[in-house]
């Protein structure tokens, strides 16, 4: 019997202080949708750079959080002013569509887009493929892209 007790304050423990059962407020639920964007943006640096573990470790915690950010936002968990001072634009431009999926997919090309436009050109010239490789490299380093989504 005092055992049966004993695992029962313990699993009600891990339920209170369980961060998965905590619930989120309105504010860092908001910040997922900068957390998508950098991690869609680190992905596709990381595909330039030739590293794929990492563009698809990347592209995958950005597409968990992004589902995670729309179906709040579906579901009124966040406010308009938290997503309005949090969310980067470009995100908030492209939440339009039929499913999460296919918001996701034009967050993604955004995403994709923004990290890579300098890349390809600089000075109105195009790059060569490995001069392309350098800079992906070095804008992945320096955005500390490798810590995204890791804790």
Do not use: H
């Amino acid at each position: 019997m005092k055992a049966l007790i004993k695992i029962n304050i313990l699993f009600i423990s891990f339920l209170l202080f369980s961060p998965y059962t905590q619930a989120e407020n309105s504010k860092e639920l908001a910040m997922l949708g900068k957390k998508l964007w950098v991690a869609f943006e680190c992905s596709a640096l990381a595909s330039k750079s030739g590293n794929p573990k990492e563009q698809d470790r990347l592209f995958l915690y950005g597409y968990e959080t992004g589902k995670k950010f729309i179906e709040s936002i579906k579901k009124n968990k966040i406010k308009k002013e938290d997503i309005s001072s949090t969310a980067p634009i470009g995100v908030m431009m492209l939440l339009q569509g039929p499913s999460t999926d296919f918001m996701l997919g034009r967050i993604f090309g955004g995403a994709l887009e923004n990290a890579l436009k300098d890349v390809f050109i600089t000075n109105e010239k195009y790059n060569s493929e490995e001069i392309q490789k350098i800079i992906a490299e070095n804008k992945f380093q320096k955005q500390n892209c490798e810590l995204i989504g890791k804790l």
